[in-house]
């Protein structure tokens, strides 16, 4: 009898640290976000285009099932950046430069050429050890595709991995991508045609992948991971007055022990409303043993006069007609 009691309280107390361990580590896990047809959003390492008054998110597509020997990206449409519509698989692809088994695609980001009134998707494109190091481009004449493969390239004819986007204020558009033999990331400007990586504007010399750039108030605000694959670390930021530099130091958006509550950068969007400015911070918290469960991570930042900080996660709704952010005081939902 005492020995039953004593091996249910030895299992108790395990399960009690057990519990504390697991809920520890993970207190900031984002529940899982819905579609408007119910199916978990796979937009993962994804991207934010406004066209008119509707948000179109694209990412990384992860469902469970799908064909093996091709990569996805998915598209959806929001008016609120709350509530979204599954509008299409935009882009299919088969493995296109002969990679070979566990060949991918990461971090899609479409851009809207007005010039030449095509959608461009770039892409970081490569083989199962990450040594092919390549933008590819697929392009739509709709927003929501299909997408259709042209090519792959290194762009400025550097190793280029992890990629990022950012349109300016003026309507330019730029790539950011990270170039692990610089020990750097780079952010250039695209062509005319958006058909290619044009003009080094800075080669930022800190290791950093996940790459998101926002222009806010007068200064350039960058944002990166360090290169710990999936695992996540304390995401950090510099400034400057000019795409050009000089950047800042690097500081820590959020308490370093935190790891960015446990997300990596994908992009910072700007919410310009009548009332105000928002910059939001979209993240994902990767799964990686179960990709198509990975998280995502959007909170708005607190940003102004060369500081950044990402605040503890917790609900939120935006009203992006005016650009004023409410909290709900709650973790979550
Ligand atoms: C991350 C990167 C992801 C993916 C992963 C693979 O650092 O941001 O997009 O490449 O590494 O380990």
């Given at each position: 009898?005492?020995?039953?009691?004593?091996?249910?309280?030895?299992?108790?107390?395990?399960?009690?640290?057990?519990?504390?361990?697991?809920?520890?580590?993970?207190?900031?896990?984002?529940?899982?976000?819905?579609?408007?047809?119910?199916?978990?959003?796979?937009a993962h390492g994804g991207g934010i285009l406004k066209v008119g008054d509707e948000f179109f998110w694209f990412g990384e597509d992860r469902t469970q099932g799908l064909d093996p020997t091709r990569k996805y990206v998915a598209c959806y449409?929001?008016?609120?950046?709350?509530?979204w519509t599954f509008r299409n698989q935009v882009l299919k692809l088969s493995d296109p430069e002969n990679l070979g088994p566990g060949w991918l695609v990461e971090r899609p980001k479409v851009f809207y050429n007005e010039k030449t009134n095509k959608y461009v998707?770039?892409?970081?494109?490569?083989?199962?050890?990450?040594?092919?190091?390549?933008?590819?481009?697929?392009?739509?004449?709709?927003?929501?595709?299909?997408?259709?493969?042209?090519?792959?390239?290194?762009?400025?004819?550097?190793?280029s991995r992890d990629i990022g986007q950012f349109i300016d204020d003026d309507g330019t558009a730029y790539l950011i991508f990270e170039s692990r033999p610089t020990k750097?990331?780079?952010?250039?400007?695209?062509?005319?045609?958006?058909?290619?990586?044009?003009?080094?504007?800075?080669?930022?010399?800190?290791?950093?992948?996940?790459?998101?750039?926002?222009?806010?108030?007068?200064?350039?605000?960058?944002?990166?991971?360090?290169?710990?694959?999936?695992?996540?670390?304390s995401n950090v930021y510099a400034t400057s007055p000019s795409l050009e530099g000089p950047w800042t130091e690097f500081k820590d958006i959020a308490p370093p022990e935190k790891k960015t509550y446990d997300s990596q950068s994908s992009m910072l969007l700007k919410v310009v409303g009548d009332k105000t400015t928002t910059v939001l911070f979209m993240a994902d918290q990767w799964e990686p043993k179960a990709l198509w469960d990975s998280r995502y991570l959007w909170m708005p930042?607190?940003?102004?006069?060369?500081?950044l900080h990402l605040p503890p996660p917790k609900s939120w709704a935006i009203d992006v007609k005016t650009g004023v952010v409410?909290?709900?005081?709650r973790l979550w939902n």
């Open positions: 009898m005492r020995i039953t009691i004593r091996v249910l309280a030895a299992l108790l107390l395990f399960v009690l640290v057990a519990s504390i361990f697991y809920f520890s580590s993970r207190t900031t896990l984002a529940p899982v976000w819905l579609d408007n047809r119910g199916k978990p959003i796979q449409s929001s008016k609120d950046l709350s509530h998707m770039y892409l970081h494109l490569d083989d199962k050890s990450y040594k092919f190091a390549r933008v590819a481009i697929a392009v739509s004449n709709t927003v929501d595709g299909d997408y259709h493969y042209l090519k792959s390239f290194r762009p400025l004819d550097m190793e750097g990331f780079v952010i250039a400007k695209l062509s005319d045609d958006y058909l290619n990586v044009e003009k080094q504007m800075s080669l930022v010399p800190k290791p950093l992948e996940g790459g998101a750039l926002v222009h806010y108030d007068g200064l350039y605000y960058v944002i990166g991971s360090h290169l710990s694959g999936w695992t996540p670390n930042l607190e940003i102004g006069d060369g500081k409410t909290y709900k005081n």
